[in-house]
Structure formats: structure tokens, C-alpha cells
């Protein structure tokens, strides 16, 4: 049974995270496209591999998403083809569309009813479109930041989440969370290897690259708050703020030049991690208490 658990929340999407790197380095000229596309499809995978295949229409929440994620990839998808890059502000913007959207979809009675939820998911939603749009613009000339770091934050992000939803009550949610912490776990892995080697870009999500991979986890992020009946709202809010870190470092310019190679993405992700492990220690002494 911990066999089957592992393999199923930890193994295969942990192997999905490292094919979709591997065929970015197959195929370098269309790593935006790729990446775009796959990062939800995995999820859309992880989704069928855990809850089974959606009911066609779909009812409960966790039947919309497996959808949501599938319409988001070819959308993604179609505009990493038309465009490469985009402003600060259209990005924004449409990180913005894409969590709403899918918010209103998924939990349009908890929003309505003007519940305490609503509010933490509001935050949540306020945090993350804010933070995605500057964290993946690409902007000829300026100076950027460690390019690690918004990979590095995705993966604080799902861990933090599945934790918040592990103790919130909402164990079928912590596990997708977890899942798609290992998904990002792959990517970086192999990616790491590529950075080491030289490829000062390999660790980078810009672009629509980085809004399709930055929108799934948020997107899960949103349903943790939505549905996990005793999550705490301090701690989900929490878990989405290495978005924020994320978008400082890139857009303020900071950089870890002074480290070794190996330790700048490293450095990076540990300052992404901390409001993640702030989180995730405030969701166990109040879950202990």
C-alpha cells in the first residue's frame, strides 16, 4: 500500500517532471511550447492517475480540473506558438483571467456564500497574479535576477500546499499538491544538471513557459483553499508568497554571483522557501494545537 502511495504521488510524477525537461533539451528551439503544453497535461495525468477519470460533465470541483488544466494547456499552448514573450502588464493580466476563471469554475458557491474562505481565496488569487506576471515577463535590456528562482518557488509552493491541505482534512487534494511538488521536483532536477554544465538559462521559466507552469500551481494552490475544510488561512497565504520572492529577485535584479555556480540556484530557492517553511509551521503547532 506505502509502495503503491509512493509510486503513484512521488515516482510517476516525479518521471513525468523529467521527460518534460528531457524533450525541452530534444527539442531547444520549442521549449517554450513544450513546456507550456506538458506542465498541465502532467497534471491532467496526475489528476486521472489519483481520482480516476472525470465524470463527462463533471460535478464535484475535482472533476473540473483535470478539464480546466487540459483547455489551459492548449490555450497555453496556442499562444507560446503566436508569441514569445509579452509585457509585465499582459501578463498580469492574463495569469489574472486564467486564476479567476478557474477559481469561479471550481468553487463559485464557496465565493458566493462570502464565507471566511472567500476571503483567504481572494488573498491568494491577489498574491499570485500579481507575483506570476512580473516573475515570468521577459524585458529586453533590463537586469535580471537569478533565473532559477521562480522553479525553485513553484516547488515551495506545492509542498506547502499539500501540507496545508494534509492537515486541513483534505488529504485526496494534499496528495495531488505533493505530486506536483515531485512533477517540479524532476524538471529542476534535470535542469540543475543542464545548469551545471553551463546553460545559464536551463533553470529559467519565462514567458508563457513560465505563466502555464506558474498558473497550474497556483490554480492548486486555489483549490486547497476553496475545499480543505480546516486549513489554516494564515498558512495558505503563506504558501503562496515564494511567488512573491520570486518576483523580487527577478525583477529587482538580485543575483547570488558571489556563491559557486552550484550554490546560486540553491541560494535562490532557499530564499523562495521561507515563507513556505513559515507556512508550513504554522499549519503543524496550529494543527497540534
Not at 502588464?89 to 492574463?94: D, E, R
Not at 491577489?126 to 516573475?135: E, F, K, Q, R, Y
Not at 519565462?206 to 498558512?235: D, N, Q, Y
Not at 525583477?251 to 513556505?276: E, I, K, Q, S, Y
Request: hydrophobic share 65%.
Amino acid at each position: 500500500m506505502i509502495e503503491q502511495l509512493l509510486l503513484t504521488t512521488v515516482g510517476v510524477p516525479f518521471l513525468l517532471g523529467v521527460v518534460v525537461a528531457l524533450a525541452s533539451v530534444i527539442f531547444p528551439d520549442r521549449r517554450g511550447l513544450i513546456t507550456a503544453l506538458l506542465i498541465p497535461l502532467a497534471a491532467v495525468a496526475i489528476h486521472l492517475m489519483l481520482e480516476g477519470m472525470p465524470a463527462l460533465p463533471p460535478v464535484a470541483a475535482k472533476q473540473k480540473l483535470p478539464i480546466i488544466l487540459f483547455f489551459g494547456a492548449s490555450i497555453f499552448a496556442v499562444l507560446a506558438l503566436v508569441r514569445r514573450s509579452l509585457s509585465v502588464a499582459v501578463n498580469t493580466m492574463l495569469a489574472g483571467i486564467a486564476l479567476a476563471l478557474s477559481g469561479w469554475l471550481l468553487g463559485k458557491n464557496v465565493l458566493l456564500a462570502s464565507s471566511p474562505k472567500s476571503i483567504v481565496v481572494l488573498v491568494v488569487f491577489v498574491v499570485a497574479t500579481a507575483a506570476i506576471g512580473p516573475a515570468v515577463a521577459v524585458r529586453a535590456g533590463a537586469r535580471r535576477g537569478e533565473p532559477s528562482v521562480l522553479a525553485a518557488a513553484l516547488l515551495g509552493v506545492s509542498i506547502a500546499a499539500a501540507l496545508s491541505a494534509a492537515l486541513g482534512a483534505f488529504v485526496g487534494m494534499a496528495q495531488i499538491d505533493g505530486a506536483l511538488a515531485a512533477l517540479t521536483g524532476g524538471w529542476l532536477l534535470v535542469n540543475y544538471v543542464r545548469y551545471l554544465m553551463g546553460n545559464d538559462d536551463a533553470l529559467a521559466l519565462r514567458g508563457f513557459e513560465g505563466l502555464s507552469f506558474a498558473c497550474v500551481i497556483a490554480v492548486h494552490l486555489i483549490m486547497t483553499a476553496l475545499f480543505a475544510p480546516k486549513a489554516e488561512p494564515a498558512a495558505v497565504v503563506l504558501a503562496a508568497l515564494p511567488l512573491v520572492v520570486a518576483a523580487v529577485i527577478v525583477v529587482g535584479g538580485v543575483t547570488f554571483d558571489r556563491l559557486p555556480r552550484f550554490l546560486r540556484p540553491v541560494a535562490a530557492g532557499a530564499a523562495a522557501a521561507v515563507p513556505a517553511a513559515i507556512s508550513i509551521a504554522i499549519a503543524a503547532v496550529l494543527f497540534q494545537g
